[in-house]
């Protein structure tokens, strides 16, 4: 698994124990004040993009995760066996997560 910044500067890279869990990811993130008032200017999360690929299954893109202060974000993936898509070994399912109206 992959971690990005938006621009596809590397965070971190891990791989899975054997149930495909990994430890907490350090993300720098806005202070959490910058979310309780709706007049700081400022976005208050980090968007983030996550790669998984597993081999036999299809890859799997998440784009513009939002990561929030004092928040745990899970991605619950769930890989589908390139046996189900014998056409689609070079491609990837991509899930693109729309910006919040803050």
């Given at each position: ?77 769930q890989?589908i ?22």
């Amino acid at each position: 698994m992959a971690i990005t910044d938006p621009e596809g500067e590397p965070i971190a890279l891990r791989l899975t124990d054997s149930s495909g869990r990994i430890e907490p990811i350090p993300i720098s993130v806005p202070d959490l004040s910058a979310s309780q008032r709706p007049d700081t200017g400022i976005i208050p999360y980090t968007n983030v993009n996550l790669y998984a690929r597993k081999e036999d299954f299809e890859q799997i893109e998440a784009e513009n995760l939002q990561i929030f202060a004092d928040t745990v974000t899970d991605q619950d993936l769930q890989f589908i066996p390139l046996s189900e898509l014998p056409d689609s070994w070079n491609k990837a399912e991509i899930f693109r997560t729309t910006p919040q109206n803050l």
